[in-house]
């Protein structure tokens, strides 16, 4: 099975700062790659797919990049909406496997 | 208004049963495939299982192979988990997913979540 493994586990930053989260996994995937953005008590959000795709109504100061085993997602300037966990999801074979998740906290 | 609506969580003893429903609105459900993901209390999400829009496909996550089935009846726009066996490490919040299809291409990822449904195992 394909492991998602996501860096930093914890993420301390500033409203304005520049955030990258990194996702790798232990094989390739091509661009089968999504982001989430979950809040306490909520369910995820769908901020991005397949690896650099914004999803509709997503604001464009998130984005993806990405391909094969290593993937980013960057937030250009975090804004106090942003401070939550976020996963990346992979699919391959008919199995889709998440990272262990990135919580991003205020500063 | 697409919207998922989970139903049928709540305390079962180990070894026992339960079944998830999913109703789903504001879509054309049998379009689209369909999986349920669960989430342990503070930990991250899993992928449980997924089926197709025709329900003639399922899949499985090791981890409930052979314990857990996933059906779906478009005729009532509705899906399901049926949850056999189960055990402490099921106890989980469990939301059901739709499919993302973008101008008619399957991405692999999920865009519309339920919000969830509370599984606890224990005696």
């Known amino acids: 099975d394909i492991q998602m493994t996501q860096s930093p586990s914890t993420l301390s930053a500033s409203v304005g700062d520049r955030v990258t989260i990194t996702c790798r996994a232990s094989?390739?995937?091509?661009?089968?790659l999504a982001w989430y953005q979950q809040k306490p008590g909520k369910a995820p959000k769908l901020l991005i797919y397949?690896?650099?795709s914004l999803e509709s109504g997503v604001p464009s100061r998130f984005s993806g990049s990405g391909s094969g085993t290593e993937f980013t997602l960057t937030i250009s300037s975090l804004q106090p909406d942003d401070f939550a966990t976020y996963y990346c999801?992979?699919?391959?074979?008919?199995?889709?496997?998440f990272g262990q998740g990135t919580k991003v906290e205020i500063k | 208004e697409v919207q998922l609506l989970e139903s049928g969580g709540g305390l079962v003893q180990p070894g026992g049963s339960l079944r998830l429903s999913c109703a789903a609105s504001?879509?054309?459900?049998?379009?689209?495939?369909m999986s349920w993901v669960r989430q342990a209390p503070g930990k991250g999400l899993e992928w449980v299982s997924a089926?197709?829009?025709?329900?003639?496909?399922?899949y499985y996550a090791d981890s409930v192979k052979g314990r857990f089935t996933i059906s779906r009846d478009n005729s009532k726009n509705t899906l399901y988990l049926q949850m056999n066996s189960l055990r402490a490490e099921d106890t989980a919040v469990y939301y059901c997913?739709?499919?993302?299809?973008?101008?008619?291409?399957?991405?692999?990822?999920?865009?519309?979540w339920g919000q969830g449904t509370m599984v606890t195992v224990s005696s």
């Open positions: 997913a739709k499919g993302a299809t973008i101008f008619g291409v399957v991405t692999y990822a999920f865009d519309i």
């Open positions: 504001g879509f054309t459900f049998s379009s689209y495939a």
């Open positions: 089926i197709s829009g025709s329900g003639g496909s399922t």
């Open positions: 094989q390739s995937i091509s661009s089968w």
């Open positions: 397949k690896a650099s």
């Open positions: 999801q992979q699919y391959n074979s008919y199995t889709w496997t």
